[in-house]
């Protein structure tokens, strides 16, 4: 802020402007927990012999955006949509309790790319508007399950289906 402020206090100034372009792009990571409302569990993996079937699909997603500059304007052409990455993403049944001393794995499969292609995409059709919201919250949360696919080598899944 000081920087930017300095900087159209007079423009000329050569140290403004060097700090002003310096400047890292602004950041930031947005988690968020996504349910699938879709998924009929007892159908897809009835429980057996008395065993509790899997309940309700809850995948916990960690995405980092960087915005480009002047965002969400069209000045340059190439940046104008903020660049996304996935950092994290894990899905489990949301009754599952993972003890402390035991590795947990995901019981879905996520196609990053096509994701992030598809989150790309999303910032394109939505330019020039501000899109973060709809974009990383509203429509991830609509199309997040159409780009996994179970993971059968989970031992919830290998249970639930033999």
Known sequence: REVMEGYSMDPDAVTARTKAVGHPATSMLIMMDIEDE????????PAGDGAVGLQQLVSVVMLRITLPPFYPSRQQEDDSIPSVSLEFHYASDAAFQAKADKPVETLVNLDEQKLLDGLKLQ?????????????CVT????HFYEYCKWNMSHPLLQSASS
């Open 38 to 45: 879709e998924t009929n569990f007892s159908s897809t993996f």
């Open 123 to 135: 910032f394109e059709q939505t330019q020039p508007e501000f899109a973060l919201y709809e974009v």
């Open 139 to 142: 429509w991830l949360t609509e």
